[in-house]
């Protein structure tokens, strides 16, 4: 074995592997090795996995948020995510009045 050997979310490898590991970036590379840990805590979120978007208002069916909102869910603070997260039970009830739920 030649030089060092770090550890990385329990995965060794030699500093010369150091970029080629992580293809999503440091940050994403950290957040992996906190869940793996067992430190990480899940993020909340309204999905029901019902993934249908009306064109008309642009809100899923689902859950009620919009495209950009679910596309930014994970980058979205505790606060923004809350705050969407206040916004839907009235987006929710709009389709239902607009006969797009039952």
Request: aromatic share 6%; with cysteine; hydrophobic share 40%.
């Amino acid at each position: 074995m030649h030089g060092p050997v770090y550890v990385r979310y329990v995965k060794a490898f030699r500093p010369k592997d150091a970029r080629s590991h992580c293809r999503w970036g440091s940050g994403a590379c950290a957040s992996k090795a906190l869940y793996m840990l067992g430190m990480h805590q899940p993020i909340r979120t309204p999905c029901v996995k019902v993934c249908v978007v009306d064109g008309q208002s642009g809100n899923c069916l689902g859950c009620g948020r919009t495209l950009g909102e679910i596309a930014r869910w994970a980058k979205f603070s505790d606060a923004e995510r809350d705050h969407v997260m206040t916004l839907l039970p009235a987006r929710i009830d709009a389709l239902k009045a607009a006969g797009k739920l039952s």
